[in-house]
């Protein structure tokens, strides 16, 4: 019977911890780190004695990711220790390994630090060929592109992707029709610069261009701002 109850009462402190782990990313995403962070040291020693759960795994990313929010360079290695945790519980959902990954492969970006960025990137998309949906891929596929014209410092092609990517916000794209788009500009350009030889960087590329090409590879796939947050 003693036995019993001590697994209920770990069961029910685990649920406790977790509403509270709930709430913290609540105010991450409400642009209110500190009080995040509050919540997470509050609990932060019952976490730990934890070890093995869900719960363990979770606190260090939520702290990562508050950090992240504040700019500061200790995210980092929270997000570091979330994802040697991970490897640590053979059963973590999937979707929140991938979650992780992209976060971190967004905040190394942040502070450019590029190559170590793609390989986040990198490690997302394998988890969402395997497991994620095809909006979740289409958005690493997205990220590396931009990533890897951030390593190559070629300053053209950041300007049109950001000049594409606020159009495609703006118009409420999903990430698959802005791949989709994508490509198809780089097979237009590759096919242009074939026949005419000429520079990629003369190419004249302005809003109209790009509203174009999002309409001629439209199949109707929107979605709210709400959907495209992380």
Not at 93 to 104: A, E, N
Not at 201 to 230: C, G, I, Q, V, W
Request: negative net charge; charged residues 30%; hydrophobic residues 40%.
């Amino acid at each position: 019977m003693a036995e019993r109850d001590t697994l209920l009462s770990f069961d029910r402190d685990l649920q406790r911890i977790g509403r509270i782990q709930d709430q913290a990313w609540e105010w991450i995403v409400g642009l209110e780190p500190e009080l995040a962070l509050k919540l997470l040291r509050g609990i932060n020693i019952e976490v730990e004695e934890r070890e093995g759960t869900f719960e363990w795994v979770r606190q260090p990313f939520l702290v990562a990711k508050a950090y992240a929010a504040k700019n500061a360079e200790v995210a980092e290695d929270f997000f570091n220790d979330a994802i040697k945790r991970i490897a640590k519980l053979p059963a973590c959902d999937p979707q929140f390994s991938l979650l992780v990954h992209k976060c971190f492969g967004k905040y190394l970006s942040v502070t450019r630090k590029f190559p170590a960025a793609r390989k986040q990137y990198e490690c997302a998309e394998q988890l969402a060929m395997a497991y994620g949906p095809s909006e979740e891929l289409a958005q690493m596929h997205l990220r590396i592109i931009e990533v890897d014209y951030q390593i190559a410092n070629n300053e053209k092609e950041q300007q049109d992707f950001e000049l594409f990517k606020n159009l495609a916000y703006t118009g409420h794209c999903t990430f698959e029709h802005q791949y989709r788009a994508w490509m198809e500009h780089e097979r237009g350009l590759e096919a242009t610069a074939a026949d005419s030889q000429f520079m990629r960087s003369s190419m004249p590329l302005d809003a109209e261009y790009f509203k174009r090409l999002l309409d001629l590879t439209s199949d109707n796939d929107h979605e709210t701002d709400e959907d495209k947050k992380e």
